[in-house]
């Protein structure tokens, strides 16, 4: 599907919630709303590409299966099309789908069912993130622990709960190797192959988010675990 209407840029801090199941949706945004914030519904992926030509938003809380689309294509076109925040709230919640959502978009993926204290707590990170700027490192990189961002020579890149785990468990010196089964603790699995293979993806997945020409500085020590190999400074 095509977008029909031009996108604008104002600037706009609201949060636009694409997703068929209107009690859900209705219910997710009175929720948010007594949070403080100016939130749009809509129920399929047209009535989403119709709403960015009125007015642009800050962050989109998407479902997958909408009747017109499926929501990975929204997804992805929402990150390279806007500079909004993703977070994808749904029923597929195998690591597949997970790993299909981060790459095409989201920085949060839930699963259905959720606690809204848990998405207007994202919601709130997401939205302050934009904005911080204190003690970044001038070289380096930088991994801040209000926002969840990992920020490089002016680049910043905002990582998922898992994704800013694993990162702040390699901080522990440059080119200090760090266990898999240290970082397995670190991010809540099990040393299995469920576990290991959850790894796999997020540093897959982190390894692709940083767009640097360099990529990140991470280094795989084969049948150990892996190091950060530049400076990291948590703050």
Not at 158 to 177: P, W
Request: charged fraction near 20%.
């Amino acid at each position: 599907m095509v977008p029909l209407f031009p996108l604008p840029s104002d600037g706009s801090r609201g949060i636009l919630i694409v997703e068929d199941d209107a009690d859900l949706a209705d219910s997710l945004a009175a929720y948010l709303r007594f949070d403080g914030y100016v939130v749009t519904v809509v129920g399929s992926a047209f009535a989403c590409y119709r709403a960015l030509g009125v007015t642009g938003y800050a962050l989109a809380i998407l479902d997958l299966s909408l009747p017109d689309q499926d929501g990975l294509v929204l997804a992805k076109y929402l990150r390279f099309n806007t500079s909004m925040r993703i977070i994808i709230l749904t029923a597929r919640t195998s690591i597949d789908d997970r790993a299909m959502g981060y790459d095409a978009g989201a920085v949060e993926y839930f699963g259905k069912p959720v606690d809204f204290q848990e998405i207007s707590a994202a919601v709130s990170r997401l939205l302050m993130s934009s904005g911080a700027d204190d003690g970044v490192a001038s070289h380096g990189w930088t991994l801040l622990n209000s926002t969840w961002e990992l920020v490089s020579h002016g680049d910043r890149y905002v990582l998922t709960s898992k994704e800013f785990s694993l990162v702040q468990a390699l901080a522990v010196g440059i080119g200090v190797v760090v266990p898999h089964e240290e970082l397995l603790r670190a991010l809540g699995y099990t040393n299995d192959e469920y576990g290991r293979r959850s790894l796999e993806t997020i540093m897959y997945r982190l390894r692709k988010k940083i767009t640097q020409d360099d990529g990140i500085p991470i280094k795989t020590s084969h049948g150990s675990g892996y190091t950060f190999t530049a400076p990291l400074a948590l703050v």
